[in-house]
C-alpha cells in the first residue's frame, strides 16, 4: 500500500449508489440475468487491459450454489473498480483482474453480496480490499492506518478470530475435563488406600 488511491468517501458512496444491473441475478448455467464475463471485460478494457479468454473462465459457472454469491459480489466490485480514478491511472488492469479472481472467494463465502452495498462497514471493507489489493490505500492516510482499519474491518480475519478462540475454549474446556477425571482418580485411589 505505498501509493495513495482515491478518497474512501467517493468509494463508499459509489457502492451505497450501486445500480440495480449490478445487482440482478448473474447468468449461472442458462440462470440469470447478468453475464459477468462480459461486465469484467469491459472493466479490464476501461482500465487498459486486454482481458484473455483464460481471465474469464472465472466468471462463467455451472454451480449456482457455489458461484451464485461470488458472481454477485464480483458485479459490485465491478461497479466500484469502474469509478473514473481508477480508468484515469494506468497499470492496474491485471491487478484488478487477480483481485476479481481470486480475492473475492473468500469474503463471499462469508457474507451475502448485497450487504456491500447496503452496510456501511461492508462498504467500507470491499472499498479497503480493493485499494489493498491494487497496492494502494485511500488518500490522506499512511499505510499503518489504512491497515489497522482494514484489520478492523476484515470479515474474514474476524472469523478466523472468532473460530481460533471457539478453538482455544474446547481445549481449555478438554483439559480441565481431564484435570477433573485425575483428581477424581487420584481421590478414589487415596480413598482405596486408606
Not at 463508499?12 to 459477468?36: H, M, Q, W, Y
Not at 491511472?89 to 452495498?117: C, D, I, M, R, W
Not at 480490499?129 to 489497522?148: F, H, W, Y
Request: aromatic share 6%.
Amino acid at each position: 500500500m505505498n501509493n495513495e488511491g482515491p478518497p474512501l468517501e467517493s468509494l463508499t458512496r459509489r457502492l451505497a449508489e450501486c445500480p440495480a444491473d449490478f445487482l440482478a441475478e448473474p447468468r449461472i448455467g442458462k440462470a440469470g440475468s447478468i453475464n459477468v464475463a462480459a461486465v469484467v471485460a469491459d472493466l479490464l478494457r476501461d482500465l487498459g487491459g486486454t482481458p484473455s479468454r483464460v481471465q474469464l473462465a472465472a466468471f462463467d459457472s455451472k454451480s449456482p450454489k457455489r458461484d451464485r454469491n461470488r458472481l454477485r459480489l464480483v458485479l459490485i466490485a465491478c461497479w466500484l473498480l469502474h469509478n473514473a480514478w481508477f480508468r484515469e491511472h494506468t497499470g492496474l488492469a491485471n491487478y484488478v483482474s487477480t483481485f476479481l479472481v481470486t480475492g473475492l472467494t473468500e469474503l463471499a463465502e462469508l457474507t451475502q453480496a448485497p450487504k456491500f452495498v447496503s452496510d456501511p462497514d461492508r462498504r467500507e471493507e470491499l472499498a479497503r480490499l480493493c485499494l489493498q489489493s491494487l497496492g494502494l490505500r485511500p488518500a490522506g492516510e499512511t499505510d499503518v492506518q489504512a491497515q489497522d482499519r482494514l484489520a478492523t474491518l476484515n470479515t474474514a480475519e474476524r472469523q478466523r478470530v472468532i473460530k481460533a478462540a471457539r478453538e482455544a475454549e474446547a481445549r481449555a474446556q478438554e483439559i480441565r475435563r481431564k484435570m477433573a477425571e485425575k483428581e477424581a482418580y487420584e481421590a478414589s485411589l487415596k480413598t482405596f488406600r486408606e
